[in-house]
């Protein structure tokens, strides 16, 4: 896992003015510190990232799964830190890494997935578009980066065999 690459993406994406849990302006140092502490999760098993490259050595855009450890919630996974550099955007990165996600928890024997966005983001056009379903809107969630307070949408998706009611 390229830590460094990774650490720049989650910088310029708040800085581009993502709400993904950091306000602005971020340091490198707390970006990196916070993607080091991921890879323990990575080492295991309790998280996957996916790094889509620029074609050159910049990481565009990632997405990442939280799997639980609880014994009742193992069929289920979080959809976390989905997210494309502000120049990398529109190109359709975004939904590629989410169809990665959601085909590699599908392989895991994930049958739903869920996630929380910004309400009124690019993000939660996203989700609709590829078939997640609105749960409800939690009001004064979480601070954007410019410390606005604002309201979070949950959304969840059953893939796999649970896409089909089993």
């Not at 910049?58 to 959809?79: C, Q, W, Y």
């Not at 890494?97 to 590699?104: G, I, N, R």
Request: hydrophobic content about 45%; aromatic content about 6%.
């Amino acid at each position: 896992m390229c830590v460094t690459g990774l650490a720049g993406l989650l910088t310029d994406t708040v800085a581009g003015g993502a709400s993904v849990g950091f306000l602005a302006p971020l340091d490198h140092s707390e970006a990196l510190a916070w993607w080091q502490d991921r890879v323990a999760g990575v080492a295991a098993g309790r998280l996957a990232v996916w790094a889509a490259h620029d074609g050159g050595d910049r990481i565009a855009g990632t997405v990442s799964l939280a799997f639980p450890d609880k014994p009742n919630s193992r069929h289920r996974a979080e959809l976390v830190k989905l997210m494309v550099r502000p120049d990398a955007r529109g190109q359709g990165l975004g939904g590629r890494l989410l169809a990665t996600a959601e085909e590699a928890a599908a392989a895991a024997g994930i049958t739903l997935l869920h996630l929380d966005t910004e309400t009124g983001s690019p993000a939660e056009r996203l989700y609709r578009s590829s078939g997640w379903t609105r749960a409800g809107v939690i009001p004064d969630y979480a601070a954007d980066p410019a410390g606005a307070v604002r309201p979070t949408t949950i959304y969840y998706k059953r893939v796999g065999a649970g896409a089909h009611g089993g």
